[in-house]
């Protein structure tokens, strides 16, 4: 199996902050990557695919970047809704695997 | 638009099967552009991929290793639905269980989740 290691785990930041997450794959996934946003006692909505496309409907200050191993997540500006934790996932290969999370509060 | 509703119970005893359905609404459990998935999630386990379904000239299901020896997903044309089943099951598969359509392999509809406790 690929193993995804997210990082930090949690972090605290100010409205309007530029928050930045970072996922690491145990091998290369070329840009078979995506994350998601779970909102305390919701479902995991998708934000990000193929590392950098943003889905539908998800508000432009969400970016993604990275190839092959190493990959970001970037809130260019926090807003109190972004509130969540965020989690990678690859899709390079079956099984797919998800990151450990990271949970996002505001200072 | 994609729904996705699941149903089954949320108690289970140890050593039972787990047995959980998810009808969908919007699409076709044929659709072969689409694959049908069942995720997990827990505190100890985070998300976990436990497998799909899908249709490409025929059926077909792959499974994560987790799990393997003792899952099946199957579809069901006739109710255009599609199902979970898991043996042999410990506290430690006590989870929310949600069903997922994807597309691409990235999960876009989701069931609005299911908490399976294994409990005696």
């Known amino acids: 199996d690929i193993q995804m290691t997210q990082s930090p785990s949690s972090l605290s930041a100010s409205v309007g902050d530029r928050v930045t997450i970072t996922c690491r794959a145990s091998q290369g996934i070329s840009n078979y990557l995506a994350w998601y946003q779970q909102k305390p006692g919701k479902v995991p909505n998708l934000l990000i695919y193929?590392?950098?496309a943003l889905q539908s409907g998800v508000p432009s200050r969400f970016s993604g970047s990275g190839s092959g191993t190493d990959f970001t997540l970037t809130i260019s500006s926090l807003q109190p809704e972004d509130v969540a934790t965020y989690y990678c996932q690859q899709y390079n290969s079956a099984p797919f695997t998800f990151g450990g999370g990271t949970k996002l509060e505001i200072k | 638009q994609v729904q996705l509703q699941q149903s089954g119970p949320g108690l289970v005893k140890p050593s039972q099967t787990l047995s959980l359905t998810c009808v969908i609404s919007?699409?076709?459990?044929?659709?072969?552009?689409?694959?049908w998935n069942w995720i997990r999630q827990s505190p100890s386990r985070g998300l976990e991929w436990l497998g799909r379904?899908?249709?490409?000239?025929?059926?077909?299901?792959d499974y994560g290793v987790s799990v393997k020896s003792r899952i099946a997903i199957d579809p069901d044309t006739s109710k255009n639905q599609f199902s979970l089943q898991l043996t042999s099951v410990t506290p430690e598969d006590t989870a929310v269980y949600y069903c997922a359509r994807d597309r691409g392999r990235v999960f876009v509809h989701w069931g609005q989740g299911t908490l399976v406790t294994v409990s005696s």
């Open positions: 379904t899908y249709y490409r000239s025929k059926w077909y299901s």
């Open positions: 193929a590392a950098s």
């Open positions: 919007g699409d076709s459990v044929s659709n072969s552009s689409a694959a």
